[in-house]
């Protein structure tokens, strides 16, 4: 499956940005589907993930409360809405799809996205 990850961009803190993560390929509904982030000089992170129906979905501490993901499976996409960002939310964002058990390790994802810059200023 091929991902294309958009949306990202430079905001104020406390501002929101909605990315985006189109799916092409292969039956997208197959794949659970998860965001993670890099920032410079680090490890990708686990941001979040969502189940294959759309009904479980799994978050960072660090990101619980202020981010939501979903998916649409008739439009293959999958989105993650970020609202009250902070400065230390500045990351690469990926979009990966995978189909093994533990959401929270990027192993678990087979296919990655190109990753969205997301820079959150003070």
């Known amino acids: 499956v091929q991902l294309q990850a958009s949306g990202g961009g430079l905001v104020q803190a406390g501002g929101s940005l909605r990315l985006s993560c189109a799916a092409s390929?292969?039956?997208?509904?197959?794949?659970?589907m998860a965001w993670f982030r890099q920032a410079p000089g680090k490890e990708r992170e686990f941001v979040a993930a969502?189940?294959?129906?759309?009904?479980?979905?799994y978050y960072a501490d660090s990101v619980k409360g202020r981010f939501t993901i979903s998916r649409d499976n008739a439009k293959s996409t999958a989105s993650l809405q970020m609202n009250s960002l902070q400065p230390e939310d500045t990351a690469v964002y990926f979009c990966?799809?995978?189909?093994?058990?533990?959401?929270?390790?990027?192993?678990?994802?087979?296919?990655w996205g190109q990753g969205t810059q997301v820079t959150v200023s003070s």
């Open positions: 990966g799809a995978g189909s093994l058990s533990g959401v929270r390790a990027p192993d678990s994802y087979r296919y």
């Open positions: 390929g292969r039956t997208f509904s197959n794949y659970v």
């Open positions: 969502i189940g294959r129906s759309g009904v479980d979905t």
